[in-house]
């Protein structure tokens, strides 16, 4: 690939204002190649991975690659993929837990880590579990579930309200069929024990304090 690069056969796809040039990454047997959308790049493609073949003496499994490319038609892609021998990619897609091609404020992104919360926040438990427990069951789980995400992601405050939601019916032993009084406002339950809280941690701030990356 750098050879390629190197002598104009192929052109990397820029990122970020300082148009770095991307043009492979690799994790552990995956990998994947990032370009321009042109005929030109798809050929040197072929290319490589043929170079890669006969000087490796391995052979890829095309029928776990995919195409996938944003800008152009769909008969395009197809057309593409087929000189590539593989599959097309459909968008959004997810890779290493990451949803890819949808905004981060969608919803399609955080709705498998609110339904995990509901799933792991189930009424049944509230009858069998003691406050203390409760606690520390809720903060085990946000500490759990979707650290990986927020590392990456602004959390929208539509979600944090729905899983907020979600806690404080669990805290307070609310359901569909009873619905009870929570005694304390949220953001007295979420300061620390020793400010007269109960310890719980504050989504949010926990969010603004995981997040090593840029907002997007």
Not at 56 to 83: D, T
Not at 139 to 147: E, F, G
């Amino acid at each position: 690939m750098r050879s390629a690069v190197s002598k104009n056969l192929f052109r990397s796809y820029l990122v970020g204002s300082l148009k770095e040039e991307v043009n492979i990454l690799q994790y552990v047997d995956d990998t994947l190649f990032f370009g321009d959308a042109t005929k030109q790049n798809v050929r040197t493609l072929k290319c490589v991975l043929r170079c890669f073949e006969e000087a490796s003496g391995l052979k890829i499994n095309y029928s776990k690659s995919h195409f996938g490319c944003l800008g152009k038609s769909a008969s395009w892609c197809r057309e593409v993929a087929q000189f590539l021998n593989c599959s097309t990619l459909e968008f959004p897609f997810t890779y290493l837990g990451i949803p890819v091609g949808v905004s981060s404020k969608s919803w399609i992104v955080w709705q498998p880590i609110v339904r995990k919360f509901e799933v792991k926040l189930a009424k049944w438990k509230q009858r069998t579990l003691s406050m203390g427990a409760r606690i520390t069951l809720i903060n085990s789980i946000l500490s759990a579930l979707p650290i990986y995400l927020l590392s990456f992601f602004r959390i929208p405050k539509k979600v944090v309200q729905k899983i907020v939601s979600i806690q404080r019916n669990f805290l307070w032993g609310s359901h569909q069929e009873a619905s009870k009084i929570p005694w304390v406002k949220w953001d007295k339950v979420c300061l620390s024990k020793n400010k007269g809280g109960l310890g719980i941690k504050d989504l949010s701030l926990f969010n603004a304090q995981d997040r090593p990356l840029g907002d997007d």
